[in-house]
């Protein structure tokens, strides 16, 4: 079922968030952790809007999330308007992936046309912490990047570890509690659910 309407329901607390970051760092590999806590190891193109929703101090939270390509064209201005938060990733063995970041938080925090971006709540995550051998990123430049941004800091390992990646989230929905209304109207995507089973079953496929 790829697609089913929930009009019944509001959650005490909906958000947006955008995943970004360039190719290969694990965008698509830190959503699909968050939601079905596993690792499938490969996940093709796949360029979606995932809604998730979990209790968190006694409150009912969804989460809009897009899982979406690294491009600075139009759309990116798009999901700027959309989002109500960010998840910026890197891999901790892609130097360039960390650079983008740095980039994309300027980028962000500087888009026109759009009043509020630059207060938008960014988390900042530095992926692939298990394959610290490779390392060519130090925790430290990370730390030091989102102190700089004013954002919160993450090292994680999607393929080894799913409660790191909850508190990627977890934290990006405390920083959304503290921000200050905006005059920024998102698009709703409310109560869209897509499901999962689109990933598995290409999973199936590919393995044939
Ligand atoms: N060792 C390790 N590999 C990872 C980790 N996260 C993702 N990968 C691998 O990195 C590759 C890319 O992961 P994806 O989740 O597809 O990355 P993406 O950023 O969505 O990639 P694009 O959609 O191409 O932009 C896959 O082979 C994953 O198995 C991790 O934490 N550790």
Same mark, same amino acid.
């Given at each position: ?102 980039? *994309? $938080?300027?980028?962000? %925090?500087?888009? !026109? ?10 988390? #900042? +995550? ?45 934290? *990006? $929905?405390?920083?959304? %509690?503290?921000? !200050? ?10 109560? #869209? +659910? ?15």
């Amino acid at each position: 079922i790829p697609l089913k309407i929930n009009e019944t329901h509001s959650p005490d607390m909906e958000a947006n968030i955008v995943v970004l970051g360039t190719e290969s760092v694990g965008k698509s590999a830190l959503t699909v952790r968050l939601l079905t806590r596993r690792f499938i190891g490969e996940y093709g193109d796949i360029e979606s809007i995932y809604s998730h929703s979990f209790i968190l101090d006694g409150r009912e939270v969804t989460l809009n999330i897009w899982d979406a390509p690294y491009s600075e064209t139009p759309l990116f201005e798009k999901k700027v308007r959309w989002a109500d938060g960010y998840v910026l990733i890197y891999s901790i063995c892609d130097r360039a992936s960390f650079n983008s970041v740095s980039r *994309l $938080v300027h980028t962000i %925090k500087s888009t !026109k046309d759009c009043p509020g971006a630059d207060k938008t709540p960014i988390v #900042i +995550v530095g992926n692939k912490r298990d394959l610290h051998h490779r390392r060519t990123v130090l925790s430290e430049e990370g730390r030091l990047l989102a102190l700089n941004a004013d954002c919160h800091f993450y090292e994680v390992s999607a393929a080894e570890n799913y409660h790191s990646v909850l508190m990627v989230f977890h934290g *990006l $929905v405390d920083r959304m %509690k503290d921000a !200050k209304p905006t005059a920024k109207r998102p698009l709703r995507f409310k109560g #869209i +659910v897509k499901s999962m089973s689109a990933v598995f079953a290409r999973r199936r496929t590919d393995s044939f």
